[in-house]
């Protein structure tokens, strides 16, 4: 087997077609599916039935896409206070896929497809993949978990329906990953950025160069990640390392992906319609100002979403891909509207403490932030793996490198944290996704 | 001659310290010597074992941050001012010890000594020009045998 790199770009896919249709075309098209889908949501979902009569709107008020801002929003907690099926626009009949996303406290939330749902979603997806140049001839490895989870089918169909040679490893089991990705040539790997760095590491102390490998392409979701990241991936594996972009509310992933220019996911406009919003005001924002994503489903019939506040924080670009794409890009999202942190008053985000370890050379971002409260004040301590690259066998070299690492996140945060090194591997990880945060205050 | 010597990262908690030593008995793997840096809240276990990549192999393979540093191993005169005579060979060199540990037992008066100068190489230089004798890894296993 050529166990040498391919950098060849395929010929386009004939379903990318759609990222390049003139923007008055895809206008037209967007206008059409989402009178539609107001329609069908008006008629069938109760709740949102009774918000838009609240407000005395009826979907024959839409005149314009631009009207899309009279809709009333909708949030993580109608999913929840709807569970299971509250928010279906479909009979049972014509359901025929479940998935759940694992909530924070209490039920999940749950979301359906019909048959043509699934099918808009495995376009998506094929789509993505074909956008970072992913074609029929490559070796796909899931390691998104199957399940439950939309990320493991999800890209699955979609690979499959690129025609692609899928292996659904799933997620876990790290050896067997390496020993697969190594034995079947695997060119193309799909999973989380913090999973797939733990999975060099890991091949490296099984004796494995990544960059010896065939593999090329990495698709990269389900968590935020920096670009100081994708700096580290593309350096330790010699890939390409693109963003997918996706959530269970709206389909799963595949709402947005980057071309091989990387520079931002590109959204599927044709089938989920953008905003940016000010959180606070709900006023929406020009393109190219920061806010938080709302995005509209505009085919899904199972359960239509509207104005579905994601929390993810982005800019819509306001220019045009040199890849020549209509569709917008989101700015790539490192943080969300809710997984800030206020410690001693100051607002922290996870991946402000990525950034800042990243800073201090030779520190792989597998880290937990453990806040606390002691004596009415808030505690911030950082946890750090020593990896090998990374460790010393004087203690003089450590203590320099914790009094770096706090040093660094001082200087992003404001905040000065205790930084604490554990082993390598005793961080939680759960499902591929790291866990980033434990407030174990009580407030 | 300079030896090679294994730090493994340990976190400072009951049982951190018997993994990594359970590790290397189980893969017959005798430990020559070994030394613990401790602060509050990690440890740096430093060992000197006969087949050094074996060993390295093996910790790594089982998750554990190792790095193998050169070390130098000298003989010092079993008697008073027998490690002050080394010392005052690297006086003025700007040669820093960051770390020095025993070999226990003796041998025809002499201690055996473990270095771990700031500049292995110049240290080498300096210890040879004072006449001042190292002990390879070969040498080392065979007294550590005799």
Redesign the interface.
């Known amino acids: 087997m050529n166990m040498s790199k391919n950098r060849e770009i395929p010929p386009m896919h004939p379903a990318s077609a759609v990222d390049f249709l003139p923007p008055a075309q895809l206008r037209d098209v967007q206008f059409t599916r989402l009178k539609d889908m107001v329609q069908r949501a008006f008629d069938h979902v109760t709740l949102f039935r009774k918000r838009m009569d609240e407000q005395k709107l009826k979907p024959s008020d839409l005149r314009t896409l631009d009207d899309i801002v009279k809709l009333p929003f909708t949030v993580k907690t109608d999913l929840r206070d709807t569970y299971p099926f509250g928010l279906c626009a479909s009979p049972m009949s014509e359901i025929v896929r479940f998935h759940a996303s694992s909530g924070t406290t209490g039920k999940p939330i749950v979301v359906a497809y019909t048959q043509e749902d699934l099918n808009d979603w495995t376009r998506a997806v094929l789509r993505s993949l074909a956008a970072c140049g992913v074609h029929n001839g490559d070796i796909v490895q899931v390691a998104y978990g199957y399940g439950l989870f939309t990320g493991g089918l999800g890209l699955h169909y979609g690979a499959e329906a690129l025609g692609a040679s899928v292996i659904p490893i799933s997620g876990g089991n790290t050896d067997r990953q390496i020993m697969v990705m190594k034995d079947f040539g695997v060119t193309v790997v799909c999973c989380t950025p913090s999973y797939f760095l733990h999975l060099i590491d890991r091949a490296g102390?099984?004796?494995i160069n990544m960059k010896e490998l065939p593999l090329r392409i990495g698709v990269f979701g389900a968590e935020p990640w920096t670009e100081d990241m994708r700096e580290r991936i593309e350096a330790g594996s010699d890939i390409k390392a693109y963003d997918i972009y996706g959530l269970s509310e709206i389909v799963g992933p595949g709402v947005a992906n980057e071309c091989t220019h990387q520079a931002g996911p590109h959204i599927f406009e044709d089938l989920f319609y953008p905003e940016i919003i000010d959180p606070k005001t709900l006023e929406p924002l020009p393109d190219g100002t920061e806010g938080e994503l709302v995005l509209t489903t505009l085919c899904k019939r199972a359960m239509p979403m509207i104005r579905y506040r994601t929390r993810d924080i982005t800019a819509l670009e306001p220019t045009r891909c040199a890849c020549g794409r209509t569709l917008r890009r989101i700015k790539r999202i490192g943080r969300r509207s809710d997984d800030m942190l206020i410690i001693r008053g100051v607002n922290l985000f996870p991946s402000q403490i990525e950034a800042a370890l990243l800073k201090v050379e030779g520190t792989l971002p597998h880290y937990q932030i453990i806040v606390d409260r002691q004596k009415d004040l808030d505690t911030l301590e950082v946890q750090v793996e020593?990896?090998?690259d990374?460790?010393?066998?004087?203690?003089?070299a450590?203590?320099q490198m914790k009094k770096r690492l706090a040093h660094s996140i001082e200087g992003i945060t404001g905040l000065r944290p205790a930084v604490?090194?554990?082993?390598?591997?005793?961080l939680q990880r759960s499902e591929g996704k790291a866990k980033r945060v434990i407030d174990k205050r009580i407030m | 001659m300079k030896i090679k010597q294994l730090s493994v990262f340990l976190e400072n908690k009951p049982g951190a310290l018997s993994a990594p030593c359970r590790l290397l008995a189980r893969a017959d793997i005798n430990i020559q010597t070994c030394s613990l840096a401790d602060t509050r809240e990690f440890g740096i276990l430093r060992l000197v074992v006969e087949d050094t990549e074996k060993a390295r192999r093996l910790l790594q393979r089982n998750g554990f941050a190792v790095k193998v540093t050169d070390v130098i191993a000298l003989e010092v005169a079993d008697e008073p001012g027998g490690l002050a005579a080394i010392l005052d060979a690297l006086e003025g060199t700007g040669i820093n010890i960051e770390y020095a540990y025993s070999f226990s037992g003796r041998t025809k008066g002499h201690a055996l000594l473990l270095f771990r100068f700031s500049d292995p190489n110049a240290a080498l230089q300096v210890l040879k020009e004072r006449n001042i004798n190292t002990v390879g890894s070969e040498e080392l296993s065979r007294r550590l045998k005799g």
């Open positions: 102390e099984m004796g020593v990896t090998a990374a460790f010393s066998d004087t203690v003089s450590m203590e604490k090194l554990v082993a390598p591997r005793t």
